[in-house]
Protein backbone atom coordinates (compact mmCIF):
# COMPACT_ATOMS: atom_id res chain seq x y z
CA UNK A 1 0.00 0.00 0.00
CA UNK A 2 1.47 3.41 -0.74
CA UNK A 3 2.03 6.20 1.89
CA UNK A 4 1.87 5.70 6.00
CA UNK A 5 -0.99 2.60 5.25
CA UNK A 6 -0.06 -0.71 6.15
CA UNK A 7 -1.55 -3.99 4.12
CA UNK A 8 -3.61 -6.58 5.91
CA UNK A 9 -0.84 -8.99 6.42
CA UNK A 10 0.91 -6.93 7.90
CA UNK A 11 -1.60 -5.82 10.19
CA UNK A 12 -2.59 -9.63 11.50
CA UNK A 13 1.42 -10.46 11.69
CA UNK A 14 1.39 -7.51 14.27
CA UNK A 15 -1.86 -8.54 15.61
CA UNK A 16 0.49 -11.67 16.74
CA UNK A 17 1.28 -10.04 19.46
CA UNK A 18 4.60 -8.76 21.25
CA UNK A 19 7.39 -11.10 21.84
CA UNK A 20 5.29 -13.53 19.22
CA UNK A 21 6.24 -14.43 15.71
CA UNK A 22 3.78 -15.38 13.05
CA UNK A 23 5.89 -18.38 10.70
CA UNK A 24 4.01 -20.14 8.23
CA UNK A 25 4.20 -24.07 7.59
CA UNK A 26 3.76 -25.56 4.11
CA UNK A 27 1.90 -28.50 3.26
CA UNK A 28 0.87 -30.15 -0.40
CA UNK A 29 -2.54 -30.93 -0.71
CA UNK A 30 -3.50 -34.79 -2.46
CA UNK A 31 -5.36 -35.31 -5.09
CA UNK A 32 -7.17 -38.68 -5.85
CA UNK A 33 -5.62 -40.81 -8.58
CA UNK A 34 -7.37 -40.44 -11.18
CA UNK A 35 -5.59 -41.80 -14.67
CA UNK A 36 -5.59 -40.83 -18.46
CA UNK A 37 -7.84 -42.45 -21.68
CA UNK A 38 -4.87 -44.54 -22.08
CA UNK A 39 -5.40 -46.59 -18.81
CA UNK A 40 -6.91 -50.10 -19.62
CA UNK A 41 -10.43 -50.41 -18.43
CA UNK A 42 -12.62 -53.62 -18.98
CA UNK A 43 -15.34 -53.55 -20.76
CA UNK A 44 -17.86 -53.90 -18.28
CA UNK A 45 -16.38 -50.78 -16.50
CA UNK A 46 -16.56 -48.29 -19.56
CA UNK A 47 -19.44 -45.72 -19.65
CA UNK A 48 -20.82 -44.87 -22.79
CA UNK A 49 -21.70 -41.69 -22.97
CA UNK A 50 -23.46 -38.98 -25.11
CA UNK A 51 -22.36 -34.79 -24.91
CA UNK A 52 -24.69 -32.69 -25.72
CA UNK A 53 -23.77 -28.78 -26.35
CA UNK A 54 -19.79 -28.00 -27.54
CA UNK A 55 -19.74 -24.92 -26.87
CA UNK A 56 -17.35 -22.49 -25.52
CA UNK A 57 -17.59 -24.72 -22.34
CA UNK A 58 -18.92 -27.49 -23.44
CA UNK A 59 -15.62 -28.32 -25.83
CA UNK A 60 -14.02 -27.80 -22.80
CA UNK A 61 -15.66 -30.91 -20.68
CA UNK A 62 -15.70 -32.73 -23.88
CA UNK A 63 -11.88 -32.62 -24.00
CA UNK A 64 -12.19 -33.37 -20.46
CA UNK A 65 -14.29 -36.33 -20.97
CA UNK A 66 -12.51 -38.31 -23.35
CA UNK A 67 -9.04 -38.05 -21.66
CA UNK A 68 -10.50 -40.32 -19.05
CA UNK A 69 -10.53 -43.58 -18.02
CA UNK A 70 -12.76 -45.55 -19.07
CA UNK A 71 -15.10 -43.29 -20.39
CA UNK A 72 -16.32 -43.20 -24.11
CA UNK A 73 -17.98 -40.37 -25.91
CA UNK A 74 -20.22 -42.13 -28.03
CA UNK A 75 -22.47 -39.47 -29.46
CA UNK A 76 -22.59 -35.96 -29.97
CA UNK A 77 -25.49 -33.52 -30.51
CA UNK A 78 -25.38 -29.72 -31.05
CA UNK A 79 -27.59 -27.05 -32.83
CA UNK A 80 -24.99 -25.57 -34.96
CA UNK A 81 -23.29 -27.54 -37.71
CA UNK A 82 -20.09 -26.39 -37.08
CA UNK A 83 -19.66 -27.78 -33.85
CA UNK A 84 -20.11 -31.09 -34.71
CA UNK A 85 -17.06 -30.66 -36.71
CA UNK A 86 -15.66 -29.23 -33.63
CA UNK A 87 -16.81 -32.58 -31.75
CA UNK A 88 -15.37 -35.49 -33.86
CA UNK A 89 -11.85 -33.36 -33.89
CA UNK A 90 -12.12 -33.16 -30.26
CA UNK A 91 -12.97 -37.11 -30.32
CA UNK A 92 -10.49 -38.00 -33.26
CA UNK A 93 -7.70 -36.47 -31.90
CA UNK A 94 -8.23 -38.15 -28.34
CA UNK A 95 -8.52 -41.82 -29.12
CA UNK A 96 -8.46 -41.87 -33.29
CA UNK A 97 -12.21 -41.88 -33.78
CA UNK A 98 -15.21 -40.29 -34.87
CA UNK A 99 -18.56 -40.21 -33.54
CA UNK A 100 -22.57 -39.84 -35.00
CA UNK A 101 -23.76 -36.04 -34.52
CA UNK A 102 -26.99 -34.71 -34.54
CA UNK A 103 -29.12 -31.79 -33.89
CA UNK A 104 -31.71 -33.78 -31.46
CA UNK A 105 -30.69 -34.30 -28.69
CA UNK A 106 -33.69 -37.11 -27.89
CA UNK A 107 -31.36 -38.98 -30.53
CA UNK A 108 -28.93 -39.36 -27.43
CA UNK A 109 -31.64 -40.11 -25.10
CA UNK A 110 -32.79 -42.45 -26.89
CA UNK A 111 -29.54 -44.44 -27.95
CA UNK A 112 -29.42 -47.98 -25.86
CA UNK A 113 -25.85 -47.83 -25.98
CA UNK A 114 -25.30 -44.37 -24.24
CA UNK A 115 -25.64 -44.68 -20.22
CA UNK A 116 -25.38 -40.97 -18.95
CA UNK A 117 -25.39 -37.96 -21.14
CA UNK A 118 -23.35 -34.59 -20.73
CA UNK A 119 -25.04 -31.23 -21.12
CA UNK A 120 -23.32 -27.68 -21.22
CA UNK A 121 -26.33 -25.78 -23.31
CA UNK A 122 -27.67 -22.08 -22.18
CA UNK A 123 -29.44 -22.21 -18.77
CA UNK A 124 -32.80 -21.92 -20.15
CA UNK A 125 -32.45 -25.07 -21.54
CA UNK A 126 -31.32 -27.11 -18.40
CA UNK A 127 -34.27 -27.84 -16.52
CA UNK A 128 -35.52 -29.64 -19.99
CA UNK A 129 -32.79 -31.57 -21.06
CA UNK A 130 -32.21 -32.56 -17.10
CA UNK A 131 -35.78 -33.76 -17.01
CA UNK A 132 -36.05 -35.71 -20.17
CA UNK A 133 -32.67 -37.77 -19.67
CA UNK A 134 -34.23 -38.71 -16.40
CA UNK A 135 -37.45 -39.54 -17.63
CA UNK A 136 -35.26 -41.20 -20.55
CA UNK A 137 -33.40 -43.85 -17.78
CA UNK A 138 -30.19 -41.75 -18.74
CA UNK A 139 -27.93 -40.33 -15.71
CA UNK A 140 -26.74 -36.62 -16.50
CA UNK A 141 -24.15 -33.82 -16.07
CA UNK A 142 -25.53 -30.49 -16.24
CA UNK A 143 -23.37 -27.33 -16.24
CA UNK A 144 -24.07 -24.41 -13.85
CA UNK A 145 -26.59 -22.85 -12.65
CA UNK A 146 -28.87 -25.67 -12.38
CA UNK A 147 -31.86 -23.65 -13.49
CA UNK A 148 -33.21 -20.75 -15.29
CA UNK A 149 -35.98 -19.91 -12.76
CA UNK A 150 -37.08 -20.90 -9.90
CA UNK A 151 -39.57 -22.97 -10.06
CA UNK A 152 -37.50 -25.09 -12.68
CA UNK A 153 -34.97 -26.24 -9.40
CA UNK A 154 -37.99 -28.55 -7.94
CA UNK A 155 -39.37 -30.31 -10.96
CA UNK A 156 -35.41 -31.12 -11.74
CA UNK A 157 -35.31 -32.49 -7.60
CA UNK A 158 -38.52 -34.31 -8.02
CA UNK A 159 -37.71 -36.36 -11.39
CA UNK A 160 -33.91 -36.93 -9.88
CA UNK A 161 -35.82 -38.82 -7.13
CA UNK A 162 -38.75 -39.94 -9.20
CA UNK A 163 -36.35 -41.61 -11.94
CA UNK A 164 -33.90 -42.54 -9.30
CA UNK A 165 -31.35 -41.46 -11.50
CA UNK A 166 -27.81 -39.26 -10.74
CA UNK A 167 -27.66 -35.48 -11.57
CA UNK A 168 -24.89 -33.72 -11.00
CA UNK A 169 -24.37 -30.05 -11.72
CA UNK A 170 -21.18 -28.84 -13.28
CA UNK A 171 -19.74 -26.18 -10.45
CA UNK A 172 -16.22 -27.78 -9.73
CA UNK A 173 -15.74 -25.95 -6.23
CA UNK A 174 -18.02 -28.96 -4.91
CA UNK A 175 -14.95 -31.03 -5.82
CA UNK A 176 -11.95 -28.98 -5.10
CA UNK A 177 -9.58 -30.19 -2.99
CA UNK A 178 -8.86 -26.78 -1.49
CA UNK A 179 -12.61 -26.15 -0.68
CA UNK A 180 -12.48 -29.86 1.13
CA UNK A 181 -9.62 -28.94 3.17
CA UNK A 182 -11.07 -25.14 3.74
CA UNK A 183 -14.07 -27.12 5.24
CA UNK A 184 -11.60 -29.75 7.47
CA UNK A 185 -10.28 -26.77 8.56
CA UNK A 186 -13.67 -25.04 9.79
CA UNK A 187 -14.75 -28.49 11.52
CA UNK A 188 -11.45 -28.06 13.25
CA UNK A 189 -11.88 -24.66 14.98
CA UNK A 190 -8.65 -23.76 12.83
CA UNK A 191 -10.71 -20.13 12.85
CA UNK A 192 -12.91 -20.01 15.31
CA UNK A 193 -16.54 -19.41 14.57
CA UNK A 194 -17.10 -17.94 10.62
CA UNK A 195 -18.80 -14.64 10.80
CA UNK A 196 -18.60 -13.42 7.31
CA UNK A 197 -17.46 -15.25 3.94
CA UNK A 198 -16.69 -13.29 1.16
CA UNK A 199 -15.92 -14.15 -2.90
CA UNK A 200 -14.29 -11.61 -5.21
CA UNK A 201 -13.41 -11.57 -8.63
CA UNK A 202 -12.44 -9.27 -11.93
CA UNK A 203 -12.18 -9.13 -15.09
CA UNK A 204 -11.64 -6.53 -17.58
CA UNK A 205 -11.21 -7.37 -21.42
CA UNK A 206 -14.29 -8.10 -23.78
CA UNK A 207 -13.58 -11.68 -23.70
CA UNK A 208 -14.06 -11.39 -19.76
CA UNK A 209 -17.56 -9.67 -20.34
CA UNK A 210 -19.03 -12.32 -22.54
CA UNK A 211 -18.08 -10.06 -25.82
CA UNK A 212 -17.76 -13.16 -27.43
CA UNK A 213 -17.07 -13.00 -31.89
CA UNK A 214 -20.32 -14.93 -33.51
CA UNK A 215 -18.73 -17.78 -35.53
CA UNK A 216 -18.20 -16.44 -39.48
CA UNK A 217 -20.91 -17.76 -41.45
CA UNK A 218 -23.89 -18.40 -38.85
CA UNK A 219 -26.98 -18.39 -40.03
CA UNK A 220 -30.26 -20.18 -39.63
CA UNK A 221 -29.17 -22.97 -42.79
CA UNK A 222 -26.46 -23.89 -40.30
CA UNK A 223 -28.09 -23.29 -36.84
CA UNK A 224 -31.19 -24.21 -35.67
CA UNK A 225 -32.27 -21.37 -34.22
CA UNK A 226 -36.15 -22.08 -33.44
CA UNK A 227 -35.06 -24.68 -31.53
CA UNK A 228 -31.87 -22.82 -29.64
CA UNK A 229 -34.47 -20.59 -28.45
CA UNK A 230 -36.92 -23.02 -27.13
CA UNK A 231 -39.38 -21.74 -24.48
CA UNK A 232 -37.97 -18.11 -24.42
CA UNK A 233 -39.89 -15.54 -26.76
CA UNK A 234 -39.48 -16.17 -30.37
CA UNK A 235 -37.28 -13.53 -32.09
CA UNK A 236 -35.32 -13.22 -35.97
CA UNK A 237 -32.08 -14.48 -36.05
CA UNK A 238 -29.35 -12.95 -33.92
CA UNK A 239 -26.05 -14.18 -33.76
CA UNK A 240 -25.27 -12.13 -31.03
CA UNK A 241 -27.68 -13.92 -28.69
CA UNK A 242 -26.61 -16.96 -29.88
CA UNK A 243 -22.80 -15.97 -29.12
CA UNK A 244 -23.25 -13.89 -25.96
CA UNK A 245 -26.45 -15.55 -24.56
CA UNK A 246 -25.25 -15.00 -20.84
CA UNK A 247 -25.63 -11.36 -21.27
CA UNK A 248 -29.62 -11.22 -21.97
CA UNK A 249 -32.57 -12.57 -19.19
CA UNK A 250 -34.37 -15.15 -22.01
CA UNK A 251 -31.32 -17.31 -21.78
CA UNK A 252 -28.92 -16.67 -18.73
CA UNK A 253 -28.67 -15.23 -15.47
CA UNK A 254 -25.89 -12.78 -15.96
CA UNK A 255 -22.87 -12.68 -13.54
CA UNK A 256 -24.52 -14.93 -10.88
CA UNK A 257 -25.42 -17.01 -12.84
CA UNK A 258 -21.99 -17.43 -14.56
CA UNK A 259 -19.74 -16.43 -11.39
CA UNK A 260 -21.12 -16.37 -8.27
CA UNK A 261 -22.16 -19.63 -8.73
CA UNK A 262 -18.94 -20.87 -8.06
CA UNK A 263 -17.92 -18.81 -5.40
CA UNK A 264 -21.35 -19.83 -3.38
CA UNK A 265 -20.62 -23.38 -4.26
CA UNK A 266 -17.09 -23.25 -3.04
CA UNK A 267 -18.65 -21.33 0.45
CA UNK A 268 -21.95 -24.06 0.56
CA UNK A 269 -19.02 -26.84 0.34
CA UNK A 270 -16.74 -24.72 3.32
CA UNK A 271 -19.54 -24.35 5.34
CA UNK A 272 -21.67 -26.97 4.89
CA UNK A 273 -24.78 -25.10 3.52
CA UNK A 274 -27.75 -26.83 3.14
CA UNK A 275 -30.05 -24.17 2.06
CA UNK A 276 -30.64 -21.07 -0.10
CA UNK A 277 -30.19 -17.83 1.82
CA UNK A 278 -32.79 -16.32 4.28
CA UNK A 279 -32.02 -12.98 2.12
CA UNK A 280 -30.02 -11.39 -0.38
CA UNK A 281 -29.50 -7.65 -1.27
CA UNK A 282 -27.63 -6.32 -4.78
CA UNK A 283 -26.18 -3.49 -5.65
CA UNK A 284 -24.34 -2.60 -8.78
CA UNK A 285 -24.69 -1.60 -12.54
CA UNK A 286 -23.32 -1.14 -16.15
CA UNK A 287 -20.73 0.95 -16.04
CA UNK A 288 -18.31 -0.10 -19.31
CA UNK A 289 -19.96 -2.88 -21.72
CA UNK A 290 -22.99 -1.10 -22.58
CA UNK A 291 -23.46 -3.29 -25.79
CA UNK A 292 -26.97 -3.79 -25.74
CA UNK A 293 -27.24 -6.21 -22.63
CA UNK A 294 -29.73 -7.13 -20.02
CA UNK A 295 -27.55 -7.50 -17.03
CA UNK A 296 -25.24 -5.47 -14.86
CA UNK A 297 -21.43 -5.38 -15.30
CA UNK A 298 -20.91 -5.37 -11.74
CA UNK A 299 -22.68 -6.58 -8.87
CA UNK A 300 -22.16 -7.03 -5.11
CA UNK A 301 -24.66 -9.01 -2.89
CA UNK A 302 -24.26 -9.11 0.71
CA UNK A 303 -26.53 -12.89 1.63
CA UNK A 304 -27.75 -13.34 5.00
CA UNK A 305 -27.65 -17.22 6.46
CA UNK A 306 -28.81 -18.37 10.20
CA UNK A 307 -25.25 -17.97 11.91
CA UNK A 308 -22.89 -16.05 9.35
CA UNK A 309 -23.09 -13.42 6.60
CA UNK A 310 -22.03 -13.54 2.92
CA UNK A 311 -20.21 -10.82 0.99
CA UNK A 312 -20.00 -11.48 -3.08
CA UNK A 313 -18.57 -9.04 -5.29
CA UNK A 314 -18.22 -9.81 -9.18
CA UNK A 315 -16.76 -7.16 -11.99
CA UNK A 316 -16.48 -7.06 -15.24
CA UNK A 317 -14.67 -3.52 -15.34
CA UNK A 318 -11.83 -4.11 -13.08
CA UNK A 319 -9.30 -7.50 -13.10
CA UNK A 320 -9.20 -8.44 -9.75
CA UNK A 321 -7.48 -12.16 -8.96
CA UNK A 322 -10.11 -14.66 -7.57
CA UNK A 323 -10.42 -15.38 -3.75
CA UNK A 324 -12.81 -17.03 -1.80
CA UNK A 325 -12.23 -15.78 1.96
CA UNK A 326 -13.66 -17.32 5.31
CA UNK A 327 -13.44 -14.46 8.59
CA UNK A 328 -13.47 -16.00 11.46
CA UNK A 329 -13.43 -15.03 15.67
CA UNK A 330 -9.61 -16.77 15.18
CA UNK A 331 -8.28 -16.00 12.08
CA UNK A 332 -8.89 -16.06 8.15
CA UNK A 333 -9.00 -18.55 5.49
CA UNK A 334 -8.24 -18.06 1.91
CA UNK A 335 -9.25 -19.77 -0.77
CA UNK A 336 -7.13 -18.76 -4.23
CA UNK A 337 -8.26 -19.54 -7.84
CA UNK A 338 -7.48 -22.93 -8.52
CA UNK A 339 -4.06 -23.99 -8.87
CA UNK A 340 -2.74 -21.75 -6.56
CA UNK A 341 -2.99 -22.08 -2.79
CA UNK A 342 -5.30 -22.06 0.61
CA UNK A 343 -3.57 -19.44 3.05
CA UNK A 344 -4.32 -19.43 7.42
CA UNK A 345 -3.83 -16.74 9.12
CA UNK A 346 -4.38 -17.10 12.81
CA UNK A 347 -5.39 -14.70 15.30
CA UNK A 348 -5.54 -15.00 19.02
CA UNK A 349 -8.39 -12.01 19.71
CA UNK A 350 -6.67 -10.90 22.14
CA UNK A 351 -5.18 -7.02 22.36
CA UNK A 352 -1.69 -6.97 22.44
CA UNK A 353 -0.93 -3.70 23.29
CA UNK A 354 -2.95 -1.41 26.07
CA UNK A 355 -6.19 -0.24 24.14
CA UNK A 356 -5.63 3.02 22.33
CA UNK A 357 -9.00 4.36 24.81
CA UNK A 358 -6.09 4.90 27.32
CA UNK A 359 -5.49 8.08 25.00
CA UNK A 360 -8.55 9.96 26.98
CA UNK A 361 -7.13 9.39 30.33
CA UNK A 362 -5.06 11.97 31.70
CA UNK A 363 -1.02 11.71 32.12
CA UNK A 364 -0.45 9.96 34.77
CA UNK A 365 -3.46 7.67 34.72
CA UNK A 366 -2.35 6.64 31.64
CA UNK A 367 0.69 5.67 32.32
CA UNK A 368 -0.27 3.89 35.42
CA UNK A 369 -2.71 1.85 33.05
CA UNK A 370 0.37 1.20 30.70
CA UNK A 371 2.71 0.24 33.30
CA UNK A 372 0.25 -2.05 35.05
CA UNK A 373 -0.76 -3.77 31.49
CA UNK A 374 2.47 -4.34 30.50
CA UNK A 375 3.60 -5.82 33.60
CA UNK A 376 0.57 -8.27 33.20
CA UNK A 377 0.41 -9.52 29.63
CA UNK A 378 4.13 -8.86 28.16
CA UNK A 379 5.42 -12.43 27.79
CA UNK A 380 8.88 -13.39 29.98
CA UNK A 381 12.53 -13.22 28.49
CA UNK A 382 12.86 -16.44 26.68
CA UNK A 383 8.92 -16.88 26.69
CA UNK A 384 8.03 -15.88 22.86
CA UNK A 385 5.53 -17.77 21.50
CA UNK A 386 5.50 -18.64 17.37
CA UNK A 387 2.05 -18.08 16.07
CA UNK A 388 1.92 -20.87 13.17
CA UNK A 389 0.37 -20.15 9.76
CA UNK A 390 -0.63 -22.98 7.31
CA UNK A 391 -0.29 -22.56 3.48
CA UNK A 392 -1.56 -25.34 1.38
CA UNK A 393 -0.83 -26.25 -2.38
CA UNK A 394 -2.19 -27.92 -4.98
CA UNK A 395 -0.33 -30.92 -6.70
CA UNK A 396 1.06 -29.97 -10.43
CA UNK A 397 -1.50 -30.28 -12.81
CA UNK A 398 -4.29 -30.59 -10.19
CA UNK A 399 -7.51 -29.87 -12.06
CA UNK A 400 -10.83 -29.41 -9.93
CA UNK A 401 -13.02 -29.15 -13.41
CA UNK A 402 -11.58 -32.56 -14.10
CA UNK A 403 -11.90 -34.31 -11.04
CA UNK A 404 -15.50 -32.64 -10.78
CA UNK A 405 -16.01 -34.53 -13.80
CA UNK A 406 -14.72 -38.15 -12.88
CA UNK A 407 -16.77 -37.97 -9.50
CA UNK A 408 -19.62 -38.11 -11.83
CA UNK A 409 -18.46 -41.20 -14.72
CA UNK A 410 -17.57 -42.95 -11.30
CA UNK A 411 -21.44 -42.35 -9.29
CA UNK A 412 -22.54 -43.38 -12.84
CA UNK A 413 -20.35 -46.72 -12.47
CA UNK A 414 -20.68 -47.49 -9.09
CA UNK A 415 -24.40 -45.75 -8.18
CA UNK A 416 -22.74 -44.11 -5.63
CA UNK A 417 -24.38 -40.76 -4.82
CA UNK A 418 -23.31 -37.35 -6.92
CA UNK A 419 -21.07 -34.92 -5.12
CA UNK A 420 -23.33 -32.23 -6.51
CA UNK A 421 -26.63 -33.46 -6.41
CA UNK A 422 -30.25 -31.77 -7.57
CA UNK A 423 -30.70 -30.20 -4.08
CA UNK A 424 -27.07 -28.86 -3.71
CA UNK A 425 -27.31 -27.45 -7.31
CA UNK A 426 -30.80 -25.79 -6.47
CA UNK A 427 -29.81 -23.92 -3.28
CA UNK A 428 -26.81 -22.59 -5.20
CA UNK A 429 -29.12 -21.77 -7.74
CA UNK A 430 -31.47 -19.73 -5.48
CA UNK A 431 -28.80 -18.09 -4.59
CA UNK A 432 -28.21 -16.56 -8.06
CA UNK A 433 -31.70 -15.74 -8.56
CA UNK A 434 -32.31 -14.13 -5.20
CA UNK A 435 -29.09 -11.76 -6.40
CA UNK A 436 -30.83 -11.16 -9.76
CA UNK A 437 -34.22 -10.51 -7.72
CA UNK A 438 -33.16 -8.27 -5.70
CA UNK A 439 -31.01 -5.88 -8.44
CA UNK A 440 -33.98 -5.53 -11.16
CA UNK A 441 -36.82 -5.06 -8.06
CA UNK A 442 -34.51 -2.73 -6.13
CA UNK A 443 -35.45 -4.65 -2.78
CA UNK A 444 -34.37 -7.50 -0.35
CA UNK A 445 -34.81 -10.58 -1.91
CA UNK A 446 -36.01 -12.77 0.48
CA UNK A 447 -37.03 -16.44 0.69
CA UNK A 448 -40.22 -17.95 1.42
CA UNK A 449 -39.32 -21.33 1.93
CA UNK A 450 -42.79 -22.69 2.82
CA UNK A 451 -43.94 -21.07 -0.97
CA UNK A 452 -40.84 -22.35 -2.44
CA UNK A 453 -40.67 -18.17 -4.34
CA UNK A 454 -38.81 -15.42 -3.70
CA UNK A 455 -40.34 -12.12 -2.37
CA UNK A 456 -39.50 -8.92 -2.05
Given at each position: MAGDGISRRDFIRGSAGAGAALVSRSFSLEAQPIGDANQSVGPSDRIRFGMIGIGMEGSGVLTTCVGLP???????????????????????GATGK???????????????????????????????????????????????????????????????????????IGSQRRSSIGFAKAQELVAQGAIGDVCLAEGILGRNDPCGAWVYPPPPGLSPENLDWDTWLGDAPKRPFDPIRFARWRAFKDYGEGLPGDLYVHTLTGIYTALNVTAPPERAQTAGGLFQWKDGREFPDLMTTLYDYPTFRVAVLMTQDTDEPEVTRFLGTR?????????????????????????????????????????????????????????????YTYPPGYSEFREHLWHFFQSVRTRSPSVEDAVFGNNTSLGCHMANYSYFHKTAAVWDASAKKIIG
Open positions: GVECVAACDLWDGRHTLANEIISTVPTTRRYQDLLDNKEIDCVVAAVPDHWHKKIIVDACDAGKDVYCEKPMTHTVEEGFEIINAAQRTNRIVQGIIDVYGEGERVVVTPQDGKDHSPCYYTSSYPDAMRKAYDKQWHEKHDPKLGASKLVEGEV
